[in-house]
């Protein structure tokens, strides 16, 4: 069997990016050794730029009518409401999503393997990857069938989407360094019977942890986190759900009533990268590439983001847009961002857990009382929202980020959000190819920059340049911007004229 790219692991990551290359026209194989997508709930925080990935292919409203939109936080100590955070319009004017969403993994993963198969294509299920080699022209790769035979796909890429023990990621020889938090973490997928709505995502604060209840669709229907306290003798398969109800209890200090178990698990958190996402032909995503703590609910979304990046530069080196060279800055601009993620989701945990007196004493005193008071100001909304929401994310440093003249906005940063007469800017934003807009100030006559370049990398668009648009940017001025297939900007200039265009794309492509 041959094929364009091998993706091996159908869970989140694995699938977002076959419905990334379906938009492509690129041919894969994706293989699973499970029987099919997840039953169980398991990741369920859906950030803001994932829902603007899934908008381009018309997944967004599909999934949030499966989930609940995240407007408010509940602040408990000692048992007792301390506060609330209303979350509502935290990402008001960031992004058309402003707003965390919660919905279970498996109604995701149904969601994203509907529409490959809605594609003609599907997941070779019970399929396991035994070997693979590769070398300058392929990768060789033998799998074993759900009828036990062996198998040889041949594929001129391969990406290891296949979790955090990633066979893919210990065949090519790639580092996992990081560290292990020494306190277990519970998760568990309950009904609940007590006197609080099913309004918020309720956190009670404690000495030395947080437990939360995120509220699921369904009227009683709740995921509680938790962690147990250091010093925790058992290992992970040794806990019953008894113990880990008698510790919500304790740390919450709540009065409830678990009246159903839908599932839980307990696990040690693991806060690791790899050294690098790519080796010759073949490449990691996702928990394949860096683990961490549940905080912030980044893992899942990041491994969405790894694919989104991957996609448009495989689809373009194998369509001959491209050459090889291209594959090498998926590895500059997603190992910065994992570095960056580690430190961000750490960070967060040891606000949540650590003994540390003083941040025990602000966690437990003082932040109830002043969270919400905070989030009335727009310079606490602009920090906290594209940073949890992963809106955020730049590639400023890239070798494909090219800057020229001063503005607000730089090149590697995601396109901003605005909206032109009534209609979000990202629905003009939607094919899979460069997109080339002159922002017009009304007074200058700039040339014509898609003259001889418009057509299968590149569209164009022209836009007046509104005060809302120009306070963004930060200029009145006629300029440019270009944006890579993924919406990040690539170019931006003041610079109208065609050579600067066709300058960059030759020096990228």
């Known amino acids: 069997m041959k094929t364009d ?4 692991g159908a869970g989140p990551t694995g699938l977002a990016l076959a419905c990334q290359l379906i938009r492509y026209n690129v041919d894969f194989v994706i293989i699973d050794k499970n029987p099919s997508t997840t039953p169980f709930s ?9 829902l603007e990935i899934y908008e381009q292919i018309s997944l967004a409203d599909k999934l949030i ?16 409401v301390r506060g609330e955070i209303e979350l509502a319009n935290i990402g008001e004017g960031m992004s058309p999503y402003p707003f965390l969403l919660i919905v279970e993994q498996g109604k995701h993963e149904k969601l994203l393997y509907d529409h490959i198969k809605s594609h003609g294509k599907d997941v070779r299920w019970q399929t396991e990857l035994e070997n693979f080699s590769q070398n300058e022209a392929c990768v060789r790769a033998n799998v074993k069938t759900a009828g036990g035979e062996t198998e040889t796909i041949e594929a001129k890429f391969l990406v290891g989407c296949d979790g955090a023990k990633s066979f893919v990621r210990r065949a090519l020889g790639l580092t996992f360094e990081g560290s292990t938090f020494e306190r277990l973490f519970y998760v568990a997928d309950v009904e609940i019977d007590w006197q609080f709505g099913h309004d918020a995502l309720q956190l009670c604060l404690a000495q030395n942890t947080i437990t939360a209840f995120f509220p699921m669709p369904g009227e009683r229907h709740y995921r509680i986190v938790g962690t147990f306290p250091e010093g925790h003798q058992k290992d992970e398969g040794e806990i019953l759900y008894e113990e880990i109800e008698r510790q919500i209890v304790e740390n919450t200090k709540l009065k409830l009533d678990i009246s159903r178990v839908h599932w839980f698990s307990v696990y040690k958190v693991h806060s690791r990268r790899v050294n690098r996402f790519s080796a010759g032909r073949c490449f990691v995503a996702g928990d394949s590439a860096h683990i961490h703590t549940p905080a912030g609910a980044q893992g899942m979304n990041t491994g969405i983001q790894d694919g989104y990046n991957l996609a448009w530069k495989l689809a373009y080196v194998l369509q001959g847009k491209a050459s090889l060279r291209l594959l090498e800055t998926y590895n500059d601009e997603r190992l910065a961002n994992a570095k960056r993620l580690l430190e961000t989701t750490d960070r967060l945990f040891d606000f949540g857990a650590s003994e540390d007196p003083f941040i025990a ?3 437990t005193r003082i932040f109830p009382y002043i969270a919400n008071f905070a989030l009335n100001f727009d310079a606490v ?8 929401s992963q809106i955020g994310i730049n590639y400023r440093k890239s070798p494909l980020s090219r800057n020229n003249g001063v503005f607000k906005v730089r090149a590697g940063d995601r396109m901003p959000y605005f909206e032109i ?3 979000s800017v990202y629905e003009k934003l939607a094919e899979p190819k460069f997109h080339l807009i002159t922002f017009f100030d009304g007074a200058t006559s700039p040339e014509n920059p898609a003259q001889n370049l418009v057509g299968e990398i590149l569209d164009f668009h022209q836009f007046p340049l509104f005060p809302h648009i120009a306070e963004i940017f930060g200029t009145d001025k006629t300029f440019n911007v270009l944006l890579r297939p993924d919406n990040y900007i690539g170019l931006i200039t003041a610079d109208t004229s065609p050579e600067e265009v066709k300058n960059y794309l030759a020096s990228v492509l």
């Open 42 to 50: 398991k990741a369920i925080g859906v950030q803001a730029r994932t």
């Open 5 to 8: 790219v091998l993706i091996v």
């Open 361 to 363: 004493f602000f966690r």
């Open 65 to 80: 009518a499966e989930g609940w939109r995240t407007e408010k936080v509940r602040l408990f100590e000692g048992g007792e």
């Open 421 to 423: 007469s009534g209609a």
């Open 381 to 388: 909304k602009k920090f906290i929202f594209p940073l949890i």
